[in-house]
Each structure stands twice: as C-alpha cells, then as structure tokens.
C-alpha cells in the first residue's frame, strides 16, 4: 500500500525513478482513494480513469527502458473543470454544459501532456466559477476535507479538496478574484495567482477576461514553482500572454509591506493572530517589515463586483442554447426571443444569472459611463496603489481572507458578506500581479489559515523564494 498522505510532486517524482512504485500503481491508488474518499469529500465533477491509466502505463513504459523521466512525469493532477481537456466533459460546473464535450486542449493542458501529466479527473467549482465557496455549482457543493461540515472556499473548491484530500498530488485552479488563493487558505494548500499573461487562458472557459489567469494548487511552493514553470509562457492563441518572468536577484536585505488596509475590521481575530505571527518571525529574521498604505482598497471589491460581473456578461452571452446545452424547441417557445429565455434561464443557475444581469446593467447605455467607465478608472487607481507601494518594499503580506473556512449554507442568506469576503484577493486580480497563498497555521478548532504574499508583475521568482522561506520559518 502506497502512503498517499501529503505526497508532494518532487517525491513522487523520486519514488518513480528509484522504481518504488510505478506512476500505475500511484495512478491506481489515487482513484482508490477517490473511490473512497471523493462521496464524502465531492471534489471531483469527473474522474477520467481510462486515460490516466493509460497515460500512466505510457510512463511506466518509459521508466522501464531506463530514460529519464521529468519531474511531473506521471504524477497524477487534477483539473478544474473550466479548463478544456480534448474529449473529455467540461462543464463549468454548470447545467448549461452538462454533457459538452471539449473539442480541444486548453494551451496549458497540451503543456501539461508535453510533461506527461496524468489526469485523474475534473473537479467542482461555482458556477462558472462565480462564487466563493463552491456551494454554487450547478451539481453539488463540495466539502472541505479538514472539516466536512465546511465549504472548501471557492471558486476551485473541488480542486483545493482535491489536494488537500489527498485525491491527487496537485491541480490547476482559476483565478479572477481569488479563486485559487482563498480555497488553498481554506483547505490548507498553496496556491499561486500568476502575473496577468504569464499563462495562456487559451481554452479556459472565460469569466472575466481581463482578470482571469490558471494557477496551480499543491503542497508545497515548490511543486508550485514546478507547474508554473510547465505551464507559463507566451501562446499564440492568447494576445494577452506572454514570456516575461524575471530572474530574481537576491536582495541583501528584503522589506515586506503590511498595509494597514488589511487588517481592518471584519477581520477573524485567529486569522490575524497567525498573520501577525509570521510577520514577527520575518522581522526576527532580518527581514525589514515597513507599514504601507493602499488607500483605495475599500473601492476595489465595488470596482471588481462591476468590471467582473459585465465582463462575464459579454463572454456568457454565447450561452444562447443552440450552441451549447439544453435546448428548448422554438416551436414550442414562439419567438427567438422567448427560445433564448427560456434556455438561458433553466440553464443557468441564480448566482449566474444575478452577475449577467448586473453586468448587462452596467454596461447599459446611460450607466456605462456612470459604472462601467468608473470602475475603469478606479482599477487605475487601486493599480497605482500598488506602484507606490513597491517604489519602497519588495514584497507585500496579509491575510489572504478574512475568515475562517465556514459551514456549509451560513453564508447562504448574506450574499454581500460572501462578496465582501473577497477584499484581499480581488485587488491583486485588478492590478494583475502576482499574489501565492501559503497555510501559516490553524484556528484552535484544526482550521487552516492562510497568508498571501503578492509581488510586482511578473516576479514570481521572488514569490516563490519568499514563499519558501516562510514555509521552513513555520516548519
Ligand atoms: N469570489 C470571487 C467571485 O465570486 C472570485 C471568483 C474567481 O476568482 N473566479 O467573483
């Protein structure tokens, strides 16, 4: 029996090339575990058993005959399921793509096949992913593993359960306001929002385009760095990507920000207790700690909640029910007209339909410039926050949400609280830096915690050196 507890990528990885189990027998572990774990736990939307065993045996093949092997090399991943694997369902999570079938590979799932990843399945996410607790998706909620009562934050709940769980070794979430930060804080794994560009959102179901990047979740910071590496880099098919990420030269000493901003009321007294703990401990090693200003922090969750919600109107109006999903009859409806209500409406669930609808608003003809072109302007400005801030520290540090992970329905009648709770992560996602989820701790009842360290655009290498200086720090 393999001990799949914690196993990160780079033992894995090991494992296989010492021949102490093939990446078959690990694969065929996993879907055990899954088979025995997943009804509780719920993270997965579709296991794709064949073509993982398959791929798998490809590697085995491959360690047989003594070459080398890569380091994600029949590791055995999950994938949210807004991103596209050929042949295989899609769904978004919701109703409206129940049964589609991806007709093509995502730019970082032909990455991750270059590496010889295999794919253990596709996991749960809100809708589309709009939400932040994966209680929204259109099948069925997910459960955190370190508490079954608990949501496992959102929107790629399904797959920060996934690692968390123990059903897979890593996966690849997406990010438009938080969703791979604040579910890796919830479950207790790292998870890294990538710089806006650095990875192609080519066959990435889009929500809100000009915030959306895919980031990986896993164990450790490292086997983080390992999939961004495989997945980063300029695509053709994404105008927005691109291959800027800097080296990273070693400061002799480094100064971390704390703003004030984010320490604020709302804040779980626990969650600011593990904080402030790995602040004094960074400071205790040398490391300089400065109090920064974002003085337009209190605008950037308005500013996301108009450019995000009108955004994903624009890219969810595709969904008209001829292309994709169920279908309603025209002859039975009348006109085109009552054919695309109907179809938008059963199709999609009420969170879904609520954003379409504030989005269509927004972007309405006299309140475009009262709205639309407001928030514009104010992403401007919560983006210059951030310049000034760097013109003086390296890095910046906080928590990475508010509050606790939660129960399952608590929120359910508050949903300007769920939107609230969005505070730390949404700005990261407006300026299009790069911001890692790290676990620093848990509550008193076994609850993980998270901090977020965010950097300048495109220095992730920086991010990842801090991330794992804190990880040994906390050790
Ligand atoms: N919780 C945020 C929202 O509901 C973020 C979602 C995301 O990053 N996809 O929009």
Do not use: W
């Not at 589609?100 to 992913?129: M, Q, W």
């Not at 760095?225 to 691109?242: C, H």
């Not at 800097?246 to 920000?257: A, L, T, V």
């Not at 279908?327 to 879904?352: C, H, K, M, P, W």
């Amino acid at each position: 029996m393999i001990n799949l507890q914690n196993l990160t990528i780079k033992e894995v990885h090991e494992h296989l090339k010492n021949k102490d189990f093939s990446s078959s027998e690990i694969t065929k572990a996993y879907l055990e575990n899954i088979k025995i774990k997943d009804p509780d736990i719920k993270a997965y939307i579709s296991i794709t058993e064949e073509s993982a065993l398959l791929q798998a045996s490809k590697v085995d093949e491959k360690i047989a005959s003594n070459a080398s092997i890569g380091l994600l090399e029949g590791v055995p991943c999950s994938i949210k399921d807004n991103i596209m694997i050929k042949g295989e369902r899609c769904t978004a999570a919701s109703k409206f793509l129940e049964n589609y079938r991806a007709i093509y590979d995502a730019t970082v799932i032909e990455k991750l096949k270059d590496c010889g990843s295999v794919f253990l399945g596709k996991t749960n996410l809100d809708e589309f992913a709009m939400g932040g607790s994966c209680e929204k998706s259109g099948f069925f909620p997910t459960r955190n593993p370190h508490d079954l009562e608990r949501v496992p934050g959102g929107s790629s709940g399904g797959s920060a359960a996934s690692v968390a769980g123990d059903l897979c070794v890593y996966s690849l979430g997406s990010d438009t306001g938080g969703s791979v930060r604040q579910p890796a804080a919830f479950c207790g794994v790292v998870g890294l929002k990538p710089t806006y560009g650095t990875v192609s959102r080519y066959g990435l179901i889009a929500f809100a385009s000009s915030l959306d990047q895919i980031g990986p979740m896993a164990r450790t910071v490292e086997d983080c760095e390992i999939v961004f590496d495989a997945i980063k880099g300029a695509d053709k098919k994404d105008s927005t990507s691109t291959d800027s990420v800097f080296s990273h030269e070693r400061k002799d000493k480094i100064r971390i920000g704390v703003p004030k901003e984010y320490f604020g009321e709302g804040l779980n007294e626990e969650v600011k207790q593990a904080i402030n703990n790995v602040i004094s401990v960074l400071g205790k090693d040398g490391v300089e700690i400065v109090d920064i200003t974002l003085p337009h922090t209190e605008y950037a969750l308005a500013c996301y909640y108009i450019i995000a919600p009108s955004e994903a109107s624009a890219n969810l109006a595709r969904f008209d029910g001829l292309r994709y999903g169920k279908q309603g009859e025209i002859g039975n409806v009348g006109s085109i007209n009552d054919l695309y209500l109907e179809n938008r409406t059963n199709g999609f669930g009420a969170e879904v339909r609520k954003r379409i609808m504030l989005g269509t608003y927004t972007l309405s003809s006299g309140y475009y410039d009262a709205y639309y072109k407001k928030a514009l302007k104010v992403r401007t400005l919560v983006r210059k926050d951030f310049e000034n801030a760097f013109k003086d520290v390296d890095f910046i540090i906080g928590p990475t949400h508010p509050s606790l992970p939660f129960k399952i329905g608590e929120m359910e009648d508050d949903p300007l609280a769920m939107y609230l709770a969005d505070i730390y992560t949404v700005s990261v996602n407006l300026a299009g830096l790069p911001g890692i989820s790290i676990p620093c701790g848990k509550s008193k009842n076994n609850l993980p915690i998270g901090i977020q360290v965010i950097a300048p655009a495109f220095q992730e290498r920086a991010l990842f050196e801090i991330g794992k200086m804190i990880e040994n720090k906390l050790r």
